[in-house]
């Protein structure tokens, strides 16, 4: 069974919590993270200016941040199929008071 690998090429700040990233089979995701943002490791994101300091990583071609907050490209890339699982899981690390 194989299954595509998918690489970030680019991304670019939209707005708060919003990115737009490109991949390299030449699609994109807009991506509105806020709703992902808790817990250990997504939680400190919370805090704009350590969100804002996102970048493409050229060796594993996915969204890495400072505090080593990263996803899966394929994640991204497929993100509409992700996105309600993720934003579960953070209302459950909230509910459960898992701070950042």
Do not use: C
């Not at 994109?28 to 919370?46: A, W």
């Not at 804002?52 to 400072?66: A, F, M, N, R, S």
């Not at 490209?73 to 993720?86: G, R, V």
């Amino acid at each position: 069974m194989s299954h595509p690998i998918h690489r970030v090429t680019e991304v670019q700040l939209l707005g708060p919590y919003i990115l737009d990233v490109q991949f390299a089979d030449g699609t994109t995701q807009k991506i509105n993270f806020q709703p992902v943002l808790e817990g250990e490791i997504y939680g400190p994101l919370r805090d704009l200016s350590l969100f804002e300091q996102v970048k493409v990583d050229p060796e594993i071609h996915t969204l890495v941040w400072p505090n080593g907050a990263d996803f899966d490209p394929a994640t991204l890339h497929d993100w509409p199929a992700h996105e309600q699982a993720f934003s579960e899981r953070a209302q459950h690390w909230e509910a459960a008071g898992i701070e950042p």
